[in-house]
Each structure stands twice: as C-alpha cells, then as structure tokens.
C-alpha cells in the first residue's frame, strides 16, 4: 500500500481553539510486560484482536497522511512498545518521511537493554524510559514484577550506543514515592537523564485513582527546594507538556502538572492506537475508525476523516476533569466493566 504519487501538502490544520495537529502518539501495542497499579493493574483484559492490528506497513501510509497535515513529531508507545517485533524495520519507515523531524519511544525499559543499538541504529532519535522508584521492593509492589535491574540495566546502555537527551518520566504518587524527588534527581544526573514528575492522572478506570494521591506542581517544588534552594522556571517556546527547571548547578528537570495544571490551551497531540483508531485526546471516550478506510484503500476518505475530525476537534479533557472538582464529582472517570467492552478506553492501548 502506498500514497499517491504527487500528493500536494495539505495547509496546516488547525481545530476549534487554533491548536495545530504537530505531535501524533504512535501506540504499536496493547500489551505489556508490567502491571503498575496506576495504568494496568490487572493481570488480564480484554486485549485487541490480532488481526485488528495495524501492519507497519499500514502504520506508515497513515504517518505519510498525518504528515500531509503537519504532524511532525511521532512517539512510539504501547502498551510496552518494544513487545512489538521488529520495531527498527518500522522506525526505518517512519525516517524516510522528510516532514518527520523527530522520533521518540516510551518504554518501560525492561528490553532496552538487548535492543537498543538496533533501535539506534535504524534512525530513532530520543528514549524516554518510566522509572517511579528506585527501591527495588516497591518496584515489585508497583509492577508485580521483578525486573527492577533489567530496568537500570536498558537506561545504562542508552548513552552507550549513541543516544543523547535521555529522559526518564516518573508518576509522583503522595504516599508510595513522594520521599524519592530529590534520589530520583541524583539519579537522572548519574545517567545524563533529565527527569520528569508527573502528576498522577485519572486516566482510565482501572486504577485506584483519588485527589488525595496526586503530588502536585506546587508540592513537588516545595520539597526540592528544601534540598536544592532557588529553582528557576525555563521560559521556552514549547507546546510539550513539561514545564521545565533549573537548579542553581546547572541541572534541569520537568514537571507535567496535568491533574492540577492542565496545558489543554496549547495540546498539539493527538493518538492512534495499535488498530488504527484515532483519538484526540487522552480523555477522549470515542475514537475515530482510520482502518476502515485504510484497509478498503481509500486514502481520500482517510484524508477526510482526519481533516474533519481534527478541524471540529473541541477537546479539553484535563481541563473538564479538573473543573468537576469544584462539585466534589471528580471519581472515577471510566467504570472498570466499560473498559471491558471497549478496552480501548484504557491509557495502555492509546498510549498514555
């Protein structure tokens, strides 16, 4: 399958609020080797069918389109995105695309060790790696698994194989790691990573999300000063989600104040997920079908869909979520039976 020769480049697509469609999150599968309470605490879902799922090369006739319409960022995601066989073939893919400036992946780290040269090699660009403790025990009180080294071991062969701008993200949780801001940092400066705290979200329903659990902006900055002193804010330019610091020695880190501080004004990004539905938001409860279209080779009606989905896009999830607090209404978002039927309600199969 393939686009057709000469496609002009369609004018930058903006939505309701002007907000450009720049950052496409590319889930490649619904599975994962971990089960951290805050994103997939079951032993077992409902995962999406194997024929279901989008083909690289299908993955990459939808980028060629995504780009037409200016996305120019794409980040690989799961699920554990490196449980997909032969990522590099398709990293090699996406890399032939000129109006693709940068290709990033989230993983959980576990497999890094033993591919990331490959994935090097054939053209990625940055790695972010989920780290939310240090303490093995707790890793395995997180996760139900016991991978903790497997963990250091794939962040440690990332600077060795090439890769710069290392980050690693970690969920600030009151109660589980609030005590471990400052080791984390210590940490990110032994790896050259920088690290970035965010805030835990209500994303899903499967988790045992409350308010009373989530570390805030406000907090987390509190208690790295107390260590640290002055921390100034970094003024950039940016539609990324992390609003960045600086410690007076030169190190910088990130938060993502998403539950208390929503950036909904400046989100760019957007998701697919592994069988080709495209949502527009994390909170997003319906995504629109591209494999339909895609599969029947009907590139035009692709086209359309994302150019009408993304142009009435009115999307402001973390935003509403958090305005539901003012009448105590903010539980849980998605009733665990829902996601039974529709496991694409669950962060793991957009990519969180």
């Not at 890769?163 to 790691?177: E, S, W, Y």
């Not at 406000?218 to 989600?241: D, F, H, K, M, V």
């Not at 527009?280 to 599969?295: F, M, S, T, V």
Request: charged fraction near 30%; charge should be negative; include cysteine.
């Amino acid at each position: 399958m393939s686009l057709a020769s000469g496609q002009p480049m369609t004018s930058e697509l903006l939505d309701t609020f002007d907000r450009p469609l720049r950052s496409l999150r590319l889930s490649v599968t619904d599975r994962c080797n971990l089960r951290c309470q805050y994103c997939m605490p079951e032993e077992e879902y409902a995962w999406l069918p194997r024929d279901t799922l989008l083909t690289f090369e299908e993955i990459n006739v939808l980028v060629s389109i995504f780009a037409e319409f200016g996305v120019d960022r794409i980040r690989l995601t799961g699920g554990e995105p490196l449980l997909r066989r032969d990522l590099p073939t398709l990293i090699r893919m996406i890399g032939q695309h000129a109006r693709i400036q940068d290709i990033a992946l989230t993983t959980n780290g576990i497999l890094l060790n033993e591919q990331a040269q490959a994935l090097f090699d054939a053209g990625l660009h940055r790695v972010t790696v989920s780290l939310d403790t240090l303490k093995p025990d707790r890793f395995k009180t997180l996760t139900r698994r016991e991978t903790f080294d497997r963990v250091l071991e794939g962040i440690a062969i990332v600077e060795k194989v090439g890769f710069t701008g290392l980050k690693i993200d970690t969920v600030a949780i009151k109660g589980f790691n609030d005590d471990e801001l400052v080791a984390l940092i210590e940490y990110g400066k032994s790896v050259n990573a920088e690290v970035r705290f965010i805030e835990y979200m209500d994303v899903g329903g499967a988790n045992d999300w409350s308010l009373t659990k989530v570390l805030s902006r406000a907090e987390i900055l509190l208690q790295l000063r107390q260590t640290y002193g002055p921390i100034e804010p970094l003024i950039e330019n940016s539609s990324a989600p992390a609003q960045r610091f600086l410690l007076s020695d030169g190190t910088t880190f990130g938060i993502i104040p998403s539950t208390t501080t929503p950036f909904c004004a400046t989100c760019d990004r957007s998701r697919l997920t592994a069988d080709g539905f495209w949502y527009l938001c994390l909170y997003a409860k319906q995504g629109i079908d591209l494999r339909e279209p895609l599969r029947l080779k009907d590139l035009e009606e692709v086209r359309s869909r994302i150019r009408s989905g993304w142009g009435s896009r009115t999307d402001r999830g973390a935003e509403d979520r958090k305005n539901l607090e003012q009448s105590s209404m903010r539980g849980r978002f998605i009733e665990i039976e829902k996601l039974r039927q529709d496991p694409r309600l669950e962060m793991h199969a957009r990519g969180g």
